[in-house]
């Protein structure tokens, strides 16, 4: 007992030296020693919101009165200014080396405090708060001072902001007027709420863009004026909607369609239009060009959305664009306006311009793959596209793709290798049966049919080759959002060689013949996918990614009671001694982004799934199985390691591929803090929790069955830090982790004792991740 003790209070001696080492070589990096002479560093500003009444949306008023203040001190860890330091430290490089990179990428330039900031911080934040409706604030500044520092105290003092009153229509008798007032009836602007410039400003870019879907192609947002009138009292101010007098004539005219011309062989900088030759007239008004007869002319018409004589309408020019890009087959898209008058019309002349790129190319990538089950190496995927195949900018893809990887950050050694080979045909439309026809709404349409094989051969498990296929439709309803379609999918999968050590389980267990690997798979897949990040940026994102993956129902149907069908030995229906899976998977992936701050951000995540076999099936194919733990999962825990439920695998299974660590239900739930170290290095704390189960009892899983009473006593929860080294257009992720809940531990509280003083408990419960790319 006294040596166990002597050990730890060995350690914690070791940990205080470390501590204050750590201390000192901080306090040494501050940067304030090689400061210019007379030179104070700015250390930033900071805000104190005093109240005389109620104030809504505190937090705001502060985010946004910080926006002001620029410039941005140095970047301080605890308080050392380590970046500072760098850039002081590294001196004046005269090459490319290790000093340019150590003040160039890592190191700060000192912000050095001026007078002039109190002036500029005041002025934009009077400006600031007058624009969120606050027209009688005040602010007070107070400057503190060291030896070689300075930091500023704003105090800001806050009545109840103005509220919008009524707001009163456009007075003028003009077309255009009517139009303006017609938009208004829909108006952002609502009586009783705060004043907000922002507001404003959105109503009249929503006026412009309602104006523009009536054929007004000229009138612009700063045409249109709101004048303020707060006589009215009771902090109210009255909006009057004014159209400014002078805007030019052309603003107020509705402009309608006239000749179309599409030249599909424009090169920019290059040959006149008017030289071109071979004019095609598709209709009445509309026409073609292509010197080079490279594409068929309905292909680039059914991505035009104008039409003669109808009124211009900023939607058909936004789907115009968006469906011509998707084509994948011009590298520059134009599209211009010539007005014109006839017979008493304005008219809009279009001129769609489209620079082709080159229709076949290559490409070869090496990359580092490393995956959520910890095996990390290289790979390689060549791809050969041709993106005209057939004249109408259908795209092929070959692609050729390989891996080698190892095993990291475990005790015991595998390596896995993988080759595959897909060739997917893309149609820039729906390929639909005769009279069905497209929605308007549907942008990007694409017609996608893949064949594909790949091999995947593990030291420690078995190989696995799989044959598939599948055809279907992909579209956006917006920029944000993706639908796809795949009703027809088809999967084939056999067991290759399989290790001595999973020998027992595979070829004389019931798995195999239950069909857990040797199955086909027959069926649709369907998915829903949002992402408010492809937008403007905001302060809070969303992503949702939904599944449904159905298979095997249309066939059993049709063996069971069309064709009488007799079942395979395994007692299911199936093809040449091989039976069909029939199951149902849904899941779906939740995300939120939360900008907490400038260089912070609160990132939160949910996964929720099921999958249920049942008719052919009596286990759902071990590929549609889930699996928990590993650098993108729950990270405190090694990939496949976690559940289903409590299960404990048996001593000869522990530290080996496990085949029974698979679940039918997943749950699981991610938060991240994500923060800014310097311009390339970024931080993160996190907390990840979760678990996998099945539906029915199995045997060699005892504990591993769902329960709705127990399930969440059965959740794996861990925490950890991490590191990141963001180049934009790479992310090498390290992330250390520790378990604070273990289902397979039974302790009689829910959280496991932390002993990060005992050395052998971090050797055995700390996990080091190494990934590429964020987790989530």
């Not at 603003?251 to 004019?279: K, P």
Request: with cysteine; hydrophobic share 35%; glycine share 8%.
């Amino acid at each position: 007992m006294s040596k166990g003790r002597k050990v730890e209070r060995s350690e914690i001696r070791v940990l205080i030296w470390l501590g204050a080492m750590l201390l000192l070589v901080l306090s040494s990096c501050t940067g304030l020693r090689k400061l210019p002479e007379d030179a104070y560093l700015y250390t930033g500003s900071s805000i104190h919101l005093e109240k005389e009444e109620d104030v809504e949306d505190k937090r705001n008023v502060e985010r946004e009165l910080s926006r002001v203040l620029r410039p941005a001190p140095n970047s301080q860890l605890i308080f050392s200014r380590p970046a500072l330091w760098m850039y002081q430290h590294a001196g004046e490089p005269t090459g490319r080396g290790v000093r340019h990179w150590m003040k160039n990428r890592l190191g700060e330039e000192p912000v050095l405090f001026e007078e002039a900031y109190v002036d500029r911080h005041l002025r934009l934040m009077y400006n600031r708060l007058y624009n969120m409706g606050y027209f009688d604030a005040l602010i007070a500044h107070q400057q503190d001072s060291t030896r070689r520092t300075v930091s500023l105290d704003y105090q800001v003092s806050l009545k109840r902001p103005y509220r919008f009153g009524t707001l009163y229509p456009a007075d003028e008798d003009t077309q255009l007027a009517r139009e303006v007032n017609d938009g208004l009836v829909n108006s952002l602007v609502v009586e009783g709420e705060p004043y907000s410039l922002e507001t404003l400003r959105r109503e009249r870019q929503r006026i412009e863009r309602a104006l523009k879907k009536k054929g007004y192609f000229y009138f612009h947002a700063d045409h249109l004026l709101f004048r303020a009138d707060s006589a009215a009292g009771d902090r109210r101010v009255d909006l009057y909607a004014t159209i400014k007098p002078d805007i030019p004539d052309a603003a107020r005219r509705a402009y309608r369609i006239g000749n179309i011309y599409m030249h599909a062989d424009y090169m920019a900088g290059g040959s006149n239009l008017a030289a071109m030759q071979d004019t095609l007239e598709l209709d009445e008004g509309i026409y073609f060009t292509d010197d080079a007869g490279h594409f068929d002319p309905q292909v680039i018409r059914r991505s035009v959305f104008f039409n003669n004589d109808s009124l211009y309408n900023v939607n058909d020019h936004d789907r115009s664009l968006n469906h011509l890009m998707s084509l994948g087959t011009f590298r520059f898209v134009n599209i211009r306006f010539r007005p014109r008058q006839e017979a008493d019309k304005d008219l809009l002349d279009v001129r769609v311009l489209l620079t082709p790129i080159e229709r076949r190319s290559i490409s070869a990538e090496l990359r580092g793959v490393t995956k959520s089950n910890n095996f990390a190496g290289p790979g390689f995927n060549t791809t050969l596209t041709n993106r005209n195949l057939f004249r109408g900018a259908e795209q092929l893809d070959l692609s050729l793709n390989g891996a080698y990887e190892v095993l990291v950050g475990r005790q015991r050694s595998a390596s896995s290798s993988e080759l595959g080979i897909d060739a997917t045909l893309s149609f820039p439309r729906f390929l639909l049966p005769a009279g069905w026809k497209t929605a308007p709404e549907v942008l990007s349409p694409k017609t996608r049919i893949t064949l594909g094989a790949n091999r995947m051969s593990r030291t420690d498990a078995f190989a696995l080759t799989t044959m598939h296929a599948r055809f279907g439709y992909t579209w956006n309803t917006d920029l944000a959002t993706q639908l796809q379609v795949y009703p027809l999918v088809f999967n084939l999968y056999r067991l290759g060689d399989v290790d001595e050590g999973m020998e027992d389980i595979l070829l004389g267990g019931t798995l195999l013949r239950e069909g857990l690997f040797e199955q086909f798979i027959i069926g649709g897949q369907y998915a829903y996918v949002y992402n408010s990040r492809l937008k403007s940026g905001n302060r809070h994102d969303w992503y949702v990614h939904l599944n449904l993956d159905l298979s095997g129902n249309i066939a059993y149907l049709l063996m069971d009671q069309v064709f009488g069908a007799s079942k395979e030995e395994d007692g299911g229906y199936g093809f040449f001694d091989q039976s069909f899976a029939q199951y149902a998977k849904a899941d779906g992936d939740f995300r939120h982004y939360w900008q907490v701050g400038e260089g912070s951000r609160l990132v939160s995540r949910l996964f929720l799934g099921a999958g249920l076999p049942y008719g052919n099936s009596e286990m759902m194919p071990y590929v549609k199985q889930y699996v928990t733990g590993g650098s993108n999962s729950i990270r405190a825990f090694h990939p496949r390691s976690v559940g289903p439920g409590r299960y404990v695998p048996d001593e000869e299974l522990e530290g080996t591929y496990n085949i029974y660590q698979t679940g039918d239900l997943k749950l699981e739930a991610n938060l991240e803090y994500r923060f800014d170290i310097t311009s390339l290095f970024k931080g993160a704390l996190f907390v990840d929790a979760g678990n996998i189960w099945r539906v029915r009892d199995d045997e060699n899983v005892p504990g591993g069955r769902f329960s709705a009473s127990t399930f969440y006593e059965e959740i794996a929860l861990g925490a950890g830090l991490g590191l990141r080294i963001d180049a934009s257009f790479f992310v090498l992720r390290f992330d250390f982790a520790i378990p604070l809940a273990d289902p397979a531990v039974d302790t009689d509280s829910f959280f496991d004792p932390v002993r990060l003083h005992d050395s052998r408990w971090r050797r055995d419960h700390i996990v080091f991740n190494l990934g590429i790319g964020y987790p989530f």
